[in-house]
């Protein structure tokens, strides 16, 4: 199981304090945990997520995401619907992965 005293050290030791990053989204985009964008004339294109970058964050954070989907208390928590919603729309490794790249926008 990960903790959180491996994932905060190794989060700080590949982006710093963040404060380089405009967005939160940035810095996850950093991690190569949301997909890769493309716009212009106001329209947005998704493209595929890469397997470039920090792999043994990414791979801290997606095991976090995976411990806390499982054990997480579905009938107090917030995140917990958000996460309900996710599963019923998607794979659950797609809401897996979108979990991982919440927690790397929140942490730091």
Not at 55 to 76: E, P
């Amino acid at each position: 199981m990960v903790s959180a005293h491996e994932v905060r050290p190794a989060v700080l030791a590949a982006v710093d304090d963040g404060l380089q990053f405009r967005k939160a989204r940035a810095r996850a985009a950093c991690l190569r945990l949301v997909p890769r964008q493309y716009s212009t004339d106001g329209k947005q294109t998704l493209l595929g997520i890469s397997k470039r970058g920090n792999r043994y964050l990414r791979k801290l954070l997606v095991h976090g995401a995976r411990s806390c989907f499982r054990h997480l208390d579905r009938t107090r928590d917030r995140l917990a619907s958000w996460l309900d919603g996710l599963q019923a729309r998607m794979h659950p490794n797609k809401a897996l992965v979108a979990l991982a790249a919440t927690m790397a926008r929140t942490c730091g």
